[in-house]
């Protein structure tokens, strides 16, 4: 990699890798090059060309839209299918813990909108295979902003709950400092689901990580840039 090719990776260091970033960066190298060429056409040797090239070139910040577009009827679809995998996966988590009576309403609410969600991904699948590509504008900074706030609140929630199961179960015997006992594999059983039932909702998160990744995917006008 020549010196242009690094200052022009060092100026895109803290954004996203997505398609206007791609050309923007191969639009700028193409200008620092041109500028190269020019200098050293003067007299200048190279290294000077390249000192004063990236001189005047030291930030990209306001050359980045955040906004971009993506293919909705794609989106919808690879969304969809996303929502009922995570789901389903859900489900079976649950049912061990309805051995033990813990999370039941769970686990008959996931096979419900699991269902629903199937009904929802054919009729999306069948109208999107003739359906016309339309895009949509969205905010790259405020999906990733919402991608972090629902990983802070599902973080909250677990703690919340791991917190209330511990108080309900083991609050006496921490408060007096007495042993924890356990009287059998049932009641152990019990403890352990109710600690675990909580990381079942970590599909939540998870979906909103998949969105911003399916939009960044289907970005119009390309795909994604690895």
Known sequence: MNPLQEHVERLFAGYKPTR????LKDEILSNLEAKVADLTAEGMTYNQAVEAAQANMTSVEGLI???SSYDVVKYRTAMLQTALMYCL????????????RVA?????????????LGMIYLIVRSSGA?????TVRFDS???????????????IFVLAVTMSTTALHMGSNIWFGRPVHIS???QFGVLVANYAWPLVTIV???????????????EAGGSHVD
């Open 104 to 116: 039941e309403n769970l686990s008959l609410l996931l096979p419900l909108i699991a269902a629903i």
């Open 130 to 134: 003739s359906a016309q590509q339309r």
């Open 65 to 67: 839209e955040e906004q």
């Open 184 to 186: 059998g594999p049932y």
């Open 141 to 155: 900074t405020i999906a990733e902003h919402s991608r972090k706030l629902a990983w802070i609140i599902w973080g």
């Open 89 to 100: 996966i859900a489900w079976i988590a649950t049912i061990p813990m309805r051995l033990f």
């Open 20 to 23: 206007q970033v791609g050309e």
């Open 204 to 218: 939540i998160p998870l979906l909103f990580n998949a969105s911003l990744r399916l939009k960044m995917k289907f």
